[in-house]
């Protein structure tokens, strides 16, 4: 989380720079500004996205194991990722847990995307896609599968799923960096064969329940309305099934508006 957050500070050092140079050189062509003399525009930060840590390029898939692709992402403004399988969607999402909520331009964030793989042939590619505003980058991986007959494929299989296994986190921020007075939304996306459930934490390890301000909406995603300075720390996402939990952490910096 350190070198994540010391690389999003780097990036907020960088545009508070360029802003700081923007406005001296706005005021030296102030004060010499001759007549049909047309003021150079000022730099503004563009959209970026870049994948920081990807999968490795091949991994092997054993016989009653399952894979956890993890792929971690960089962009301004807040990116998001969809998993690939040869081309095709690896994940079919649900309607009414999948909300589509705006992404404000502000925002500056350090993404973490797992795809959870129980079953793949050999030589399947998965593929990290990172998006941001137009921005898009890449990164992809090919299984190595041990083959067995298609009985011993279906019995491994159905054992896998009777395995005990706790919830896994597959989608939060590391870290964000937005404006504040503006809303902002935490994700927090759970692989879990059984039954599951989220709660959140607040920056004080309050749980958030019966807040207006806060609130966890179907997806598991947490709503942050109108971000003030008291909101900066980490919130924690809680994931829980009968076999155990998972927690992510997601550091919130609310920036002051110039």
């Known amino acids: 989380m350190l070198n994540s957050l010391s690389l999003l500070v780097a990036i907020l050092v960088?545009?508070?720079?360029t802003v700081a140079a923007s406005a001296l050189d706005r005021n030296v062509l102030d004060n010499n500004l001759q007549p049909n003399v047309v003021p150079t525009p000022r730099r503004r930060l563009g959209n970026v996205v870049r994948i920081k840590e990807a999968p490795p390029p091949t991994v092997k898939l054993e016989p009653g194991q399952r894979l956890v692709l993890t792929c971690e992402v960089m962009g301004r403004p807040l990116p998001s990722v969809q998993w690939m399988k040869n081309g095709e969607?690896?994940?079919?999402?649900?309607?009414?847990t999948n909300e589509i909520l705006p992404?404000?331009?502000s925002s500056i964030a350090f993404?973490?995307?797992k795809l959870v793989v129980t079953?793949?042939?050999?030589?399947?590619?998965?593929?990290?896609v990172a998006t941001s505003r137009g921005k898009?980058?890449?990164?992809?991986?090919?299984v190595l599968t041990v083959e067995g007959n298609n009985e011993e494929n279906f019995v491994t299989l159905q054992k896998l799923f009777?395995?005990?296994?706790?919830?896994?986190?597959t989608t939060y921020l590391e870290n964000i960096f937005q404006n504040m007075g503006t809303?902002?939304?935490?994700?927090?996306?759970?692989?879990?064969?059984?039954?599951?459930?989220i709660f959140w934490q607040d920056n004080e390890e309050n749980f958030i329940y019966g807040n207006s301000r806060l609130q966890v909406l179907p997806s598991g995603d947490l709503l942050v309305r109108n971000l003030r300075w008291s909101d900066m720390g980490n919130f924690s996402c809680v994931a829980k099934n009968m076999y155990g939990r998972d927690v992510a952490d997601t550091f919130v910096y609310p920036l002051k508006v110039e």
């Open 136 to 142: 898009q980058d890449t990164a992809s991986t090919t």
């Open 183 to 197: 809303d902002v939304v935490l994700p927090c996306r759970v692989h879990s064969f059984t039954a599951s459930q």
């Open 14 to 17: 960088s545009v508070q720079c």
């Open 162 to 169: 009777r395995l005990p296994s706790k919830p896994i986190i």
């Open 89 to 96: 969607p690896a994940v079919d999402y649900e309607d009414d």
């Open 103 to 105: 992404v404000h331009p």
């Open 119 to 128: 079953a793949a042939s050999n030589g399947d590619v998965f593929t990290c």
């Open 111 to 113: 993404l973490i995307s």
